[in-house]
T-cell receptor, first 114, second 110 residues
Framework: SQTIHQWPATLVQPVGSPLSLECTVE??????LYWYRQAAGRGLQLLFY??????ISSEVPQNLSASRPQDRQFILSSKKLLLSDSGFYLC?????????????FGPGTRLLVL | KNQVEQSPQSLIILEGKNCTLQCNYTVSPFSNLRWYKQDTGRGPVSLTI?????NTKSNGRYTATLDADTKQSSLHITASQLSDSASYICVVYNFNKFYFGSGTKLNVKP
């Protein structure tokens, strides 16, 4: 069966510090991978998605970046965090095609920038 | 513009009661619609998925309906339990992108 891991579960970082969140998927090959951010009490905002190694599409311009160094590894980074980067970050993967395509979410990382 | 709107924004019900959550969408073309349950501080977990040809799908006490003509879906929860307290998110896929509603926050009280 497929499993998705995210770490760390929670993170408190000062403004201006770097960030690296990691997501790995097990039990599947060549998944589509996604990074979302969810602000408190708000819906999910798509940040990045990747259809393959080294292929990253950005949905929202910001000070974050993403990389996919391996097929089942997706990393979200920042060189200098802003207060507005605080939120709940979710990694997801999708499988299937056409009408059966669906997403599965990781447990999330709660980031607080102070 | 492709959008997914959910109502109500929040809902409080007593344990044991039924409730219905609504999802209206303008996403086109339509591939599938999925309802997720998100507990506080956790990732969303899938409840049901429906394609164009399906108009109802059940998962235990959760029953989702879909009217593709009016572009409306509902999630009915029967005999609510305290563990049903969560946010419920409607997501529509158009063969290219996933569109998320902002969710309905359900609070089940004893």
């Amino acid at each position: 069966s497929q499993t998705i891991h995210q770490w760390p579960a929670t993170l408190v970082q000062p403004v201006g510090s770097p960030l690296s969140l990691e997501c790995t998927v097990e039990g599947t090959s060549n998944p589509n991978l996604y990074w979302y951010r969810q602000a408190a009490g708000r819906g999910l905002q798509l940040l990045f998605y990747s259809v393959g190694i080294g292929q990253i599409s950005s949905e929202v311009p910001q000070n974050l970046s993403a990389s996919r160094p391996q097929d089942r590894q997706f990393i979200l980074s920042s060189k200098k965090l802003l207060l507005s980067d605080s939120g709940f970050y979710l990694c997801a993967w999708s499988v299937g095609s056409g009408s059966l395509e669906t997403q599965y979410f990781g447990p999330g990382t709660r980031l607080l920038v102070l | 513009k492709n959008q997914v709107e959910q109502s109500p924004q929040s809902l409080i019900i007593l344990e044991g009661k039924n409730c219905t959550l609504q999802c209206n969408y303008t996403v086109s073309p339509f591939s599938n619609l999925r309802w997720y349950k998100q507990d506080t501080g956790r990732g969303p977990v899938s409840l049901t998925i429906m394609t164009f040809s399906e108009n109802t799908k059940s998962n235990g006490r959760y029953t989702a309906t879909l009217d593709a003509d009016t572009k409306q879906s509902s999630l009915h929860i029967t005999a609510s339990q305290l563990s049903d307290s969560a946010s419920y998110i409607c997501v529509v896929y158009n063969f290219n992108k996933f569109y998320f509603g902002s969710g309905t926050k359900l609070n089940v009280k004893p």
